[in-house]
T-cell receptor
Framework: NAGVTQTPKFRVLKTGQSMTLLCAQDMNHEYMYWYRQDPGMGLRLIHYSVGEGTTAKGEVPDGYNVSRLKKQNFLLGLESAAPSQTSVYFC????????????FGQGTRLTVV | AQSVAQPEDQVNVAEGNPLTVKCTYSVSGNPYLFWYVQYPNRGLQFLLKYITGDNLVKGSYGFEAEFNKSQTSFHLKKPSALVSDSALYFCAVRDRGSTLGRLYFGRGTQLTVWP
């Protein structure tokens, strides 16, 4: 049982390049989330999904897009990377909303130069 | 708007002493409350949660937390700290009355336990 798996773990991008971060969960969870973690800022919600085929904006959605074509996968895209998007990105999933806890991936460290 | 405050960026305690990591919240309805721990270069791990019932909830690794509705707080506690408890701790909240399911996190508190 792998839980939540993020790919890749590390990436360096040049300004203006695009990339996609993949999150996969094998727990049959309905809800999935993308967060970014920056020093002193905690975790900020970028986008989330409450089920296959649905997505919604979080606190800091600008510059990112997401897709949830399959229940087990949640993709985060950067169309034109900027240095301000240098961060550690975490994917999480939970069975539902409400009182169910979220399970986190190991993170992706992204540097935009 | 939902928000979570962790008023202390750092907490330092000696091994064997009790520890408290503070969390206060602001939500429009009644909250579900969570604590997570993050070790260096790792993802967040769930510690405990408050759903309903007893205001004192017990979780993993000997941690517990007390829900105080009047003070809108959910402080994390442990009677006797261990050096291995040193990590970054996050409080999180989800609005019980919302169908959106958003999970909001505080900024985190770095706990250091000295031997």
């Amino acid at each position: 049982n792998a839980g939540v798996t993020q790919t890749p773990k590390f990436r360096v991008l040049k300004t203006g390049q695009s990339m996609t971060l993949l999150c996969a969960q094998d727990m049959n969870h309905e809800y999935m989330y993308w967060y970014r973690q920056d020093p002193g800022m905690g975790l900020r919600l970028i986008h989330y999904s409450v089920g296959e085929g649905t997505t919604a904006k979080g606190e800091v959605p600008d510059g990112y897009n997401v897709s949830r074509l399959k229940k087990q996968n949640f993709l985060l895209g950067l169309e034109s990377a900027a240095p301000s998007q240098t961060s550690v990105y975490f994917c999480a999933s939970s069975y539902t909303g409400g009182g169910t806890e979220a399970f986190f991936g190991q993170g992706t460290r992204l540097t935009v130069v | 708007a939902q928000s979570v405050a962790q008023p202390e960026d750092q907490v330092n305690v000696a091994e064997g002493n009790p520890l408290t990591v503070k969390c206060t919240y602001s939500v429009s309805g009644n909250p579900y409350l969570f604590w997570y721990v993050q070790y260096p270069n790792r993802g967040l791990q769930f510690l405990l949660k408050y759903i309903t019932g007893d205001n004192l909830v017990k979780g993993s690794y000997g941690f517990e937390a007390e829900f105080n509705k009047s003070q809108t707080s959910f402080h994390l506690k442990k009677p006797s700290a261990l050096v291995s408890d040193s990590a970054l701790y996050f409080c999180a909240v989800r609005d019980r009355g919302s169908t959106l399911g958003r999970l909001y996190f505080g900024r985190g508190t770095q706990l250091t336990v000295w031997p």
